[in-house]
């Protein structure tokens, strides 16, 4: 009676175990004991294209063979199919299944790749060589369609070159730096623009130019609802650390004058959590997932914040949520309409640019592109009129302000 085997899985395996079946291109050897075999890998680990190449080198006294799993040499079904090797273990009887890879191995005879470089210009492009076939067989009718090509590539070049002697007219009398302040400037504009609350120019009244439903849905507003209640019951001791920390000026001014009961006061606080959650992602470069959590923010307002004013970037294989300069701008401009709804169109642009943590010169840029009035309060004899006298207000109006940019740039001052 026969024996029986029986088949055993190896497991999961890495590449470097798995089994190796080779096929040499100019038919099998009959001495395979006399063949020395060798394994190459890769030298780069951390790219993911290169780490699982392999050559494998097959010696004898007569002739070298070679065989690779990249290139055009390699063995195309190495990606299409899978291939697995039994290896019998007669003293137990047992077969154990390896995944395989093949390699095709191909003679090397020494000298033969070097003839074979050497006779090829390396210099002359594929264009450049099919160029030379059509000159050569080409029929009268690829002959003309060459010409007329090289003629054309001729009128290019000449443009080119005359482009490129008006751009060094240009720059040689507006001057560089000049120049490059423009484009910095156009860019600035056109960035300011792709992050913008959604404007409604034509509408009839101010509260409509900048929807408060586009700054917060009514389904996000109802999540708001016990973290605004807890905003509300704030003791003014809190409120004064909440000063004292600084950052939060807007909120604590807005919490201190908040209507005492109804829908009003429901809504400035709502609309004050919201607005801390703002600034507080403006100070920071990097968010986590953890973001919010300590303060209680639902998790709707939560994927609301990381989705409109963070960017995703790949960092040592994680992926990362980060707060651009662009993203920076947005909070900002964001922040700016939610402050109109809540202050009967008025903002204070010196408090809320203090709390973002920006210039106030990019401040007022961004309330410009938002078509505000800019004001400053009348200047009082007291000294907390003094002190508010430094406060620049932005004001929604209709129509909305134009501003142009070439002509509100500030001249510098002279130094006497």
């Known amino acids: 009676m026969a024996a029986s085997c029986s088949l055993v899985c190896c497991g999961e395996e890495r590449d470097d175990d798995k089994a190796v079946i080779v096929r040499f291109s ?8 006399k063949l020395d075999f060798t394994m190459y890998k890769s030298a780069d680990e951390n790219n993911p294209r290169k780490k699982s190449r392999r050559i494998l080198v097959a010696e004898s006294d007569r002739l070298s063979y070679v065989g690779n799993n990249f290139g055009a040499g390699s063995m195309k079904c190495n990606n299409l199919c899978k291939y697995y090797v039994g290896v019998l273990n007669r003293q137990t009887m047992q077969m154990e299944v390896h995944s395989a890879q093949l390699f095709n191995m191909q003679p090397v005879i020494p000298g033969e790749a070097d003839e074979a470089a050497k006779s090829q210009d390396t210099t002359q492009t594929y264009r450049d060589k099919v160029d030379s076939l059509i000159e050569a067989f080409g029929t009268n009718k690829q002959k003309r369609a060459l010409s007329s090509r090289r003629l054309n590539q001729v009128g290019s070049d000449t443009l080119h070159q005359a482009v ?35 404007c409604n120019a034509d ?10 439903d586009e700054l917060l849905s009514p389904v996000e507003f109802g999540a708001l609802e016990q973290a605004g209640s807890k905003m509300a019951a704030l003791t003014p001791e809190e409120l ?27 809504k400035v606080a709502r609309c004050t959590f919201y607005l801390s959650m703002l600034l507080k992602m403006a100070r920071q470069k990097s968010i986590t997932r953890k973001f919010g959590q300590e303060e209680g923010c639902p998790r709707i307002i939560q994927s609301k914040l990381f989705r409109t004013f963070t960017v ?8 990362m949520n980060i707060v651009s300069t662009s993203m920076r701008a947005k909070l900002a401009a964001y922040s700016l309409a939610l402050l109109l709804h809540m202050d009967h169109m008025t903002a204070d642009l010196t408090l809320l640019h203090r709390d973002l943590g920006i210039t106030e010169a990019r401040m007022i840029e961004i309330a410009k592109s938002m078509g505000l009035t800019l004001s400053r309060p009348a200047r009082g004899k007291s000294e907390e009129a003094g002190l508010q006298d430094e406060h620049r207000q932005a004001s929604l109006l209709l129509p909305l302000v134009k501003y142009d ?4 740039r500030r001249k510098r001052k002279k130094m006497r």
Request: glycine fraction near 8%.
């Open 26 to 33: 100019n038919g099998s050897v009959r001495n395979a004991d």
């Open 240 to 266: 004064q650390k909440m000063r004292d920390d600084g950052g939060c000026l807007c909120v604590v001014n807005h919490l201190e004058k908040m209507p005492a009961v109804g829908e009003a006061r429901d």
């Open 164 to 198: 490129a002697k008006a751009a060094n007219n240009v720059i040689d009398q507006k001057g560089l730096e000049a120049l490059q302040h423009e484009v910095a400037e156009t860019e600035s504009q056109g960035d300011l623009a792709l992050h913008l609350p959604p």
């Open 312 to 319: 995703e970037t790949f960092n040592n294989g994680r992926v």
């Open 405 to 408: 940019q070439f002509m509100e």
């Open 203 to 212: 509408a009839d009244k101010p509260e409509n130019v900048y929807l408060f």
